[in-house]
């Protein structure tokens, strides 16, 4: 009986690593879900983390002369979704992981510019369904007349807005564009934003931060807020907190701006000079 009874439980446990095996595995991190080159990106620490950062901002606001208003707009976003997004109960009520981190993808549109998120999931079922009852209810969208296989397609009314989403290696994706269904399909870890060599920079020459915006030369991102062009990459992180919003910057310049921008920054853009954030 003893035999039979180690035999029994080594089969289990092979049985039950042959299953995981066999299924899709989660993906590393939301960037590994994304599209490759992209116009800008935005990455996120953990989502509890960010959402106790922002809970501790927006209470701090809130209390202060004049910031009543911030409490109460807190409210009604949280009536609208149907969830708080600024505890963590918020997130696992709505199917989210609080204890992963969520990315964004800018792209090229006509006549819109189009976009993927990637967000962390604990319950799929739930997520899908929230986003099904915020898009349906709240936003104005019906289930398009014709869905492809690994995803579901909403449409909205005569403005042919496509809004696609999908459960993919245990990340949630939604995705805005004119064929929306193709931006949250699987792709290969090579062709993701994961291998973006100007993003990895950025989050190590930044740290840790409750999310880092990432704009590389050349892209649509920039042209949106300044006619010239980039001269290299560009990264705003931004870290909540009861005294106000931290920023950073880090920029690469070429060596005639590094040393124009240091005459004009006071101290002699020492940090700047020295490659580190400002």
Do not use: N
Not at 118 to 132: E, H, Y
Request: proline share 9%; net charge positive.
């Amino acid at each position: 009986m003893r035999s039979f009874a180690r035999w029994w439980a080594l089969s289990l446990l092979l049985a039950a690593g042959c299953s995981r095996c066999a299924g899709p595995r989660s993906a590393a991190s939301a960037e590994e879900l994304l599209p490759r080159h992209p116009s800008g990106a935005v990455v996120t620490a953990p989502l509890s983390l960010v959402a106790m950062h922002g809970a501790v901002l927006s209470d701090r606001a809130a209390s202060l002369p004049g910031g009543e208003q911030l409490g109460e707009a807190r409210k009604a976003v949280a009536g609208q979704l149907g969830f708080d997004p600024l505890t963590r109960e918020g997130l696992l009520s709505a199917g989210l992981d609080p204890d992963r981190g969520a990315a964004l993808a800018l792209l090229v549109g006509t006549p819109r510019p189009e976009w993927v998120a990637a967000l962390p999931l604990t319950k799929p079922d739930r997520f899908l369904a929230t986003v099904q009852r915020l898009l349906v209810e709240r936003a104005g969208f019906v289930p398009a007349a014709q869905q492809p296989a690994a995803a579901k397609v909403f449409e909205r009314g005569t403005s042919a807005e496509k809004i696609a989403v999908a459960v993919v290696r245990g990340y949630g994706l939604i995705a805005r564009g004119s064929d929306p269904g193709a931006l949250v399909s699987a792709r290969p870890v090579e062709q993701s934003l994961a291998r973006e060599a100007g993003l990895s920079a950025a989050r190590q020459k930044l740290g840790a931060q409750d999310l880092i915006v990432w704009a590389p030369p050349g892209g649509d991102l920039p042209k949106r807020f300044t006619p010239r062009p980039l001269p290299g990459d560009f990264s705003l992180a931004m870290t909540g907190s009861a005294q106000g919003i931290a920023t950073r910057f880090y920029a690469q310049l070429p060596p005639a701006e590094s040393a124009q921008a240091q005459a004009a920054l006071p101290g002699g853009g020492a940090a700047l000079g020295s490659g580190k954030p400002w």
